[in-house]
């Protein structure tokens, strides 16, 4: 009998202590470099405040103080160089004969300077209170400035910016 015969008939066996090693050893290592998400900090629960053992009045969270930007007369592009000319698409423009309106929650106002006063006077109410500006349709960046101004002006904080992004025409 020959010896690849001999082998042939011997039963082979294949040793698996090696494989079973490396996976127990991918095993930990996947283990020690996984990353939970804490929720500690993340749990809100809105329990009612006037009930129970310390019970206090619930309070409501002031109300924003919201500046709508609305434009009325769009106006002209004119040459910023000669406002008599019209503006020939190169470089940046002026808008003349535009009219904006805006509006801080019941009043309206077509006055930067009567802005600057009421949300000074809104500030100096509540100075906690949170404030948004809301450019509508047609205002450009230039309308929406003096309007920030006014409010760091006054002291507030945090602002928030409302509006859709549209492409505008040229």
């Known amino acids: 009998m020959s010896v690849a015969e ?10 698996m202590t090696p494989m079973i090693d490396v996976v127990f050893q991918l095993i930990i290592f996947f283990m020690c470099n996984i990353k939970y998400k804490t929720l ?15 019970s206090a009045p619930a309070t409501q969270p002031p109300e924003k103080v919201e500046v709508v930007i609305k434009v009325v007369e769009t106006g ?3 040459d910023p160089r000669d406002p008599s000319q019209p503006w020939r ?8 004969g535009r009219t904006l309106t805006y509006q801080i929650g019941p009043r309206k106002s077509g ?17 906690e209170r949170k404030s948004t500006i809301d450019c509508r349709p047609g205002t450009v960046y230039a309308d929406m400035i003096p309007v920030l101004d006014h409010l760091v002006d006054a002291g507030f904080k945090d602002i928030t910016f409302v509006g859709e992004y549209k492409q505008a025409k040229k």
């Open 89 to 96: 698409g190169e470089g940046t423009y002026e808008l003349v």
């Open 40 to 54: 500690e900090g993340r749990l809100d629960a809105f329990l009612p405040k006037d009930v129970g053992v310390n």
């Open 6 to 15: 001999q082998m042939a008939k011997e039963e082979t066996k294949m040793d």
């Open 76 to 78: 002209e592009r004119r």
């Open 111 to 127: 006055d930067l300077e009567e802005v600057r006063k009421i949300v000074a006077q809104l500030h100096r109410e509540d100075p």
